[in-house]
Nanobody, 124 residues
Framework: QVQLVESGGDSVQAGRSLRLSCAAS????????MAWFRQAPGKEREGVAF???????TYADSVKGRFTISRDNAKNTLLLQMNNLKPEDTAMYYC??????????????????WGQGTQVTVSS
């Protein structure tokens, strides 16, 4: 049974850093495409960062240079290092996974598996 469990969300001031983790079980994370999405109240879920099986990463323009997606294969965990956080980064952050990428990485419909989310709140 595939399961994704996020952790690491918190309330921080602008300019600080957070690291989110997504513990995967029921599959080998390095064999799947995985991504982080976020959703703020009243807004659509948006893709933040993507990582494929070869370790190639892609980022939304809004987080380039500040966020880094990576994978700890030993722990079967997806990570998101978030630096220089801004109030506009406030959202629920979700981890997602799929065996293959059949469509754009930014589309939520491209992923069959999702975690429950972890809240990130950034105050000015």
């Amino acid at each position: 049974q595939v399961q994704l469990v996020e952790s690491g969300g918190d309330s921080v001031q602008a300019g600080r850093s957070l690291r989110l983790s997504c513990a995967a079980s029921g599959f080998i994370a390095s064999r799947y495409v995985m991504a982080w999405f976020r959703q703020a109240p009243g807004k659509e879920r948006e893709g933040v960062a993507f990582l494929n099986q070869l370790g190639r990463s892609t980022y939304a323009d809004s987080v380039k240079g500040r966020f880094t997606i990576s994978r700890d294969n030993a722990k079967n965990t997806l990570l998101l290092q978030m630096n220089n956080l801004k109030p506009e980064d406030t959202a629920m952050y979700y981890c997602s996974a799929n065996p293959l990428l059949g469509d754009s990485w930014t589309r939520p419909s491209s992923y069959n598996y999702w975690g429950q989310g972890t809240q990130v709140t950034v105050s000015s």
